[in-house]
């Protein structure tokens, strides 16, 4: 199985999910999934997104409370959940406003270490 | 009822919830509500957080993906959930891990307005 396979697998099984994407902390992706009906740059979003969560983490690192797993940005358009794969590497879906967030929480969850796998 | 009141019923109604608060996008807190058992300096967590948020509303703001409603950190040890009230203000729930998020994200969602009303 392909990173895009996994990602493809992991966005169709959630209502309203336009994006998987496995990516660096510096916004470089590694692969992703996006659907043809995403209707704005899901790339920019993400990659904007990133510079957030990686600020998120030096932020926890500093304050020492914990290990960063999960992360959500949600506005009246869509919901970003981002999930910590490793040190470089997080996960994340990005789902529309009226799609299923918490289905969304499950399947990133079950995926990251399936993630993991194709990674060793 | 005065914040501090509603604050404290939020708080105390979802199980690990050791800190509620009404703050400022600047990082100055309204009023809180902060259990005895913490265990961590919650008030500068939530100082350091909310200049993540406001980051993340100038990024949502420069990249029109809509207007931020919520957004979450989850740690091995906490999870903070934040919701938007106004233009100024936010509220947030700090949880332990092994707290009820779900409902976390319930009563904060309910919650907000009643803060508004509070403000009016």
Redesign the interface.
């Known amino acids: 199985m392909s990173f895009k396979e996994a990602l493809r697998d992991m966005a169709t099984s959630v209502d309203g999910c336009v994006c998987a994407v496995l990516m660096g902390y510096d916004g470089i992706p590694i692969d992703d999934y996006i659907s043809e009906d995403a209707g704005?740059d899901v790339s920019?979003?993400m990659i904007?997104?990133s510079?957030?969560l990686k600020?998120?983490r030096k932020?926890?690192e500093?304050?020492q409370?914990?290990?960063?797993?999960?992360?959500?940005?949600?506005?009246?358009?869509?919901r970003v959940l981002m999930r910590a794969i490793n040190e470089d590497l997080f996960a994340a879906l990005v789902i529309k406003?009226d799609g299923n967030f918490?289905k969304g929480r499950y399947v990133l969850k079950m995926g990251a270490p399936r993630l993991r796998e194709l990674l060793a």
């Open positions: 704005v920019l979003m904007e997104y510079s957030i600020d998120a932020t926890i500093v304050l409370t914990g290990e960063l797993e999960e992360f959500s940005i949600n506005t009246t358009l869509f406003e918490g």
